[in-house]
């Protein structure tokens, strides 16, 4: 006879019941064909395992030995098995997950992490912080899963983008600013009273989102903006803000880096730009641990927009 697993299982039942009847009815199966399996092992081992009572049975030495071994054995078997089903369900793995700079200063994002986290505990996560280009060509050579991005894509045929959620964007000024020093109602400045300003840029290669967001705003204001010099990052054109070299419009969570030598103040008019915030990943993604990165992430979204506070509660879907 060519051992299998459920051999083992019988003699542990048999050994742990310490009666053969009783096992064969814990394991659903008849008497007799139980005693004949165990007999078959002995056989198989040319070793006895069981002394036979009157009442039952009880372990040899050579009996307890192969107790120990068939539990470790059956314990490492339904351990593998569990851990590949876990996989297939997407609750462990890998995950590697791009962040623009701008992304971490949105509430939403470390919320939605610690979601994930919570819900899928046994995947390891991994954070990278890199620009708009190099996600890209990340995602495209599978190094990356996923990324938080801003800018729109160009090339929808392979890559999904989710959009999550928009927000205003604002203006930096330089705190000694005439317009940062204004004192009137709630302290928002219409975009047509920055037409004289020189705005320093998100270089656009690096950041076209933010740099056509500011074009477009400033053009339906009536006005074509004076650019001054080029920051390859948000905190670069902040900290150019921050000297006096001109003002910047940034999203609205960039309100949360305090900064010496800048204030922000709202925007208000018709005019007033946006900036969305997507979750950008592979078209046809067949891993299951970012298909629910990608769901978890979304919903989270939803309750975020309802309930920009608390964010909303969180569960894992099936």
């Known amino acids: 006879m060519a051992m299998e697993l459920r051999h083992l299982r019988h003699f542990v039942?048999?050994?742990?019941?310490?009666?053969?009847?009783?096992?064969?009815?814990?394991?659903?199966?008849?008497?007799?064909?139980?005693?004949?399996?165990?007999k078959a092992i002995e056989t198989e081992l040319d070793v006895q395992l069981f002394r036979r009572k009157a009442r039952?049975?009880?372990?040899?030495?050579?009996?307890?030995?192969f107790l120990d071994r068939a539990r470790a054995t059956l314990a490492q078997y339904d351990g593998a098995f569990e851990a590949t089903r876990s996989a297939a369900r997407g609750e462990q793995g890998r995950l590697c997950v791009g962040i623009m700079p701008t992304a971490p200063f949105h509430p939403f994002v470390p919320f939605a992490i610690r979601?994930?986290?919570?819900?899928?505990?046994?995947?390891?996560?991994?954070?990278?912080?890199?620009?708009?280009?190099?996600?890209?060509?990340?995602?495209?050579?599978?190094?990356?899963?996923?990324?938080?991005?801003?800018?729109?894509?160009?090339?929808?045929?392979?890559?999904?983008?989710?959009?999550?959620?928009?927000?205003?964007?604002?203006?930096?000024?330089?705190s000694d600013h005439v317009l940062a020093q204004r004192d009137r109602g709630d302290g928002a400045i219409s975009l047509k009273d920055l037409a004289g300003e020189t705005f320093i840029i998100y270089a656009r290669q690096l950041g076209p989102a933010f740099y056509e967001a500011t074009m477009a705003a400033c053009l339906k204001a009536g006005f074509s903006p004076r650019l001054g010099q080029e920051a390859p990052r948000i905190t670069s054109a902040l900290s150019l803000v921050a000297v006096g070299l001109g003002?910047?419009?940034?999203?609205?969570?960039?309100?949360?880096?305090?900064?010496?030598?800048i204030a922000y103040?709202?925007?208000?008019?018709?005019?007033?730009?946006k900036a969305v915030l997507n979750l950008t990943s592979r078209r046809?993604?067949?891993?299951?641990?970012v298909?629910?990165?990608?769901?978890?992430?979304?919903?989270?979204?939803?309750?975020f927009r309802r309930d920009p506070e608390k964010g909303g509660t969180i569960r894992r879907s099936g």
């Open 115 to 174: 979601a994930f986290r919570a819900a899928f505990p046994l995947v390891s996560l991994t954070l990278d912080e890199c620009l708009r280009k190099e996600a890209l060509e990340r995602l495209r050579n599978n190094q990356m899963d996923v990324a938080f991005l801003r800018a729109p894509l160009a090339e929808p045929q392979s890559l999904v983008v989710n959009p999550l959620l928009v927000e205003p964007m604002v203006v930096a000024l330089p």
């Open 284 to 289: 046809g993604e067949p891993s299951p641990v």
């Open 13 to 38: 039942a048999v050994a742990e019941e310490g009666h053969i009847t009783r096992a064969a009815e814990r394991l659903g199966i008849q008497q007799p064909p139980l005693s004949q399996r165990i």
């Open 247 to 261: 003002i910047s419009l940034v999203p609205a969570c960039m309100q949360r880096m305090t900064m010496d030598g």
């Open 265 to 273: 103040r709202r925007l208000k008019g018709a005019s007033q730009p």
């Open 291 to 303: 298909r629910n990165f990608v769901s978890l992430v979304r919903r989270a979204a939803q309750n």
């Open 56 to 65: 039952g049975v009880e372990l040899t030495e050579a009996g307890r030995v």
